[in-house]
C-alpha cells in the first residue's frame, strides 16, 4: 500500500505521459492495458452519463459535408453523448465516397465553448475539493466532468488511485484526442467556420480541420493557461504545425484573445468572411470551399490522404503512399476523361 501511495504522488509530480506511464510499469500496470476492467464499451457508457446537445450531419449534393455543433444554451459545449456522436459522424463521413469537403460550425452563431463544466459542482463537498485532485486530473485532461467520471468509476479522493481509475480517465482523454485526429484525417478538405466565440476545446476543434474561416466579430481563444492547465486534444501540436512555435508560444502563454484581424495577420484563418449572419457565412464558406472541391470526389479524397500521409509518415513511407494512391486514380474515369479532352493540361 505504502509502495502505491508513493507512486500516486510521483505520478503527480510527473508531467509527461510517458514519465507516467514508466512510473505505472514499475509496479506492472499499464495505461493501454484492459486487464484491469477496462473496455471501450465502458467508456462509451461513461461518457452517456452527461447527456446533452447533438452533432448534426447534413450532407449536400455539391458533396460538402455540414457537421453542427448543437449545444446552444451552453454555447455549444460538448457533452459525454455529443462526443461519441462525433465519432458516429466521422465514421459516417470516412465512408460517404461521393464526399469531398466539410464545413465544421456551431449552432446559433456561436463556434463552440469547449467542454461541459456542469461536472465542476461535483467539487462542492470536502472530499471532492481537494487540491491535489483537481491538480492530478488537469495533468491528464482539461475537461472538469472527468471529475464526476473519475468518482463514477469508484475512485474516494485518496492518495491511493487505482490503475483501472487512471485507465477510464486516460482512455476517454485518449478517445476525445483520437476522435479529432480522425475528423483531421478525413480524406474530405475540412474548413472550421468561426462565428462568435471558439474557447479552450473549441480553439482546438478549429485545429483539426484544414482550413479556418472567420467571421468579422469572431474571436478564437485558447484559454487553458487560465484554467491552470494545458491543450491535450492535439491543440498545441496543430498550432504549431499551423502558425509556427513562436506564434503559438505567444498565443498559448498569453491566452490571447484572436479577433479576425490578428488571427488573418499570424495565419491562423485564411480568410475573414464579409458577413456575421449566420445564414450568409455559411453560404460564404461554402463558396470558398467550392475553389477547392472542384473534381470527382475520388480524386480530391486521393490528395486529401496523400498530404495527410506527407505530413504524418516518414518520407520513404509518404512516398510510397502517394504511388498507392496514384494507382487509384491513374487510369480512372476521370483520368481518361481528362486526356481525351485535353491531352496535357498545360494552361
Known amino acids: 500500500m505504502a509502495l502505491r501511495q508513493e507512486m500516486a504522488k510521483s505520478l503527480l509530480k510527473t508531467s509527461s505521459l510517458s514519465g507516467r506511464t514508466k512510473l505505472l510499469h514499475q509496479t506492472g500496470l499499464s495505461l493501454y492495458s484492459t486487464s484491469h476492467g477496462f473496455y471501450e464499451e465502458e ?3 461513461k461518457l452517456q452519463q452527461f447527456p446533452g446537445g447533438s452533432i448534426d450531419l447534413q450532407k449536400e ?3 460538402i459535408g455540414i457537421l453542427t455543433l448543437n449545444n446552444p444554451r451552453k454555447m455549444n459545449a460538448f457533452s459525454g453523448v455529443m462526443m461519441l456522436q462525433l465519432l458516429e459522424k466521422v465514421i459516417e463521413l470516412e465512408n460517404w465516397t461521393e464526399g469531398k469537403g466539410l464545413i465544421v460550425r456551431g ?6 465553448s469547449g467542454s461541459d463544466l456542469n461536472a465542476v459542482k461535483s467539487l462542492g463537498t470536502p472530499e471532492k475539493s481537494c487540491r491535489w485532485s483537481t491538480e492530478f ?5 482539461p475537461v472538469f466532468l472527468f471529475i464526476d467520471v473519475l468518482y463514477s468509476c469508484g475512485w474516494n479522493g485518496c492518495m491511493h488511485v487505482h490503475a483501472k481509475h487512471l485507465n477510464k480517465i486516460y482512455e476517454i482523454k485518449k478517445q476525445r484526442g483520437n476522435i ?3 475528423l483531421s484525417r478525413l480524406p474530405l478538405i475540412s474548413v472550421a467556420l468561426v462565428q462568435g466565440w471558439a474557447l479552450g476545446g473549441g480553439a482546438e476543434f478549429t485545429t483539426a480541420c484544414d482550413f479556418r474561416l472567420m467571421t468579422p466579430e469572431s474571436k478564437i481563444r485558447f484559454v487553458h493557461k487560465e484554467m491552470g492547465i494545458i491543450p491535450s486534444w492535439g491543440g498545441t501540436t496543430r498550432l504549431v504545425e499551423i502558425i509556427g512555435s513562436r506564434q503559438a508560444l505567444k498565443v498559448l502563454s498569453g491566452a490571447l484573445k484572436l479577433d479576425s484581424k490578428y488571427a488573418l495577420q499570424i495565419g491562423m484563418v485564411e480568410e475573414v468572411l464579409q458577413s456575421s449572419d449566420e445564414t450568409k457565412s455559411l453560404e460564404e464558406a461554402q463558396e470558398w470551399l467550392k475553389q477547392f472541391i472542384q473534381g470527382p470526389p475520388e480524386v480530391i479524397r486521393a490528395l486529401k490522404k496523400s ?3 506527407g505530413r504524418e509518415l516518414y518520407l520513404e513511407e509518404a512516398l510510397q503512399n502517394e504511388r498507392d494512391l496514384l494507382g487509384t486514380v491513374w487510369g480512372g474515369p476521370a483520368n481518361l476523361e ?3 479532352k485535353k491531352g496535357k493540361f498545360n494552361k
Do not use: E, Q, Y
Not at 486530473?137 to 485532461?141: V, Y
Open 338 to 340: 481528362a486526356i481525351a
Open 43 to 45: 467508456v462509451k457508457k
Open 307 to 309: 498530404v495527410c500521409s
Open 137 to 141: 486530473l488537469c495533468t491528464l485532461h
Open 61 to 63: 449534393d455539391s458533396g
Open 107 to 112: 449552432a446559433k452563431n456561436t463556434f463552440s
Open 180 to 182: 479529432l485526429l480522425g
